[in-house]
């Protein structure tokens, strides 16, 4: 099986930082693109970033120039620096993985569980 568990959500106040991290393990061959979403209460899950695996990224426009996603490929594991946070990014943030579990297989989406961030002062 394959696991994505998201860590490194909190409670910090507008303008502050935090950084999430999106380790994935198990039965994993390789890994494709992996991304960052969020939902916030009342509202539909939403883009926030991906990168694929040569380290292209992609930014939804409300954290364009904030935001950071990175990866580190040996460690299959995906990160969000979070600077100059705002009240409207609080949310549930979601680490999605396209994983490739063996070499005859086709790769497949992956979700986590999810990290809560609150943004509040």
């Known amino acids: 099986q394959v696991q994505l568990v998201e860590s490194g959500g909190g409670l910090v106040q507008p303008g502050g930082s935090l950084r999430l991290s999106c380790a994935a393990s198990?039965?994993?061959?390789?890994?494709?693109?992996m991304g960052w979403y969020r939902q916030a209460p009342g509202k539909e899950r939403e883009l926030v970033a991906t990168?694929?695996?040569?380290?292209?990224?992609n930014y939804s426009d409300s954290v364009k120039g904030r935001f950071t996603i990175s990866r580190d490929n040996a460690k299959n594991t995906c990160y969000l620096q979070m600077n100059s946070l705002k009240l409207e990014d609080t949310a549930v943030y979601y680490c999605?993985?396209?994983?490739?579990?063996?070499?005859?297989?086709?790769?497949?989406?992956?979700w986590g569980k999810g990290t809560l961030v609150t943004v509040s002062s």
């Open positions: 999605r993985g396209q994983i490739q579990r063996t070499l005859r297989e086709y790769a497949m989406y992956y």
């Open positions: 198990g039965s994993i061959f390789s890994i494709n693109g």
């Open positions: 990168i694929t695996r040569s380290g292209n990224t």
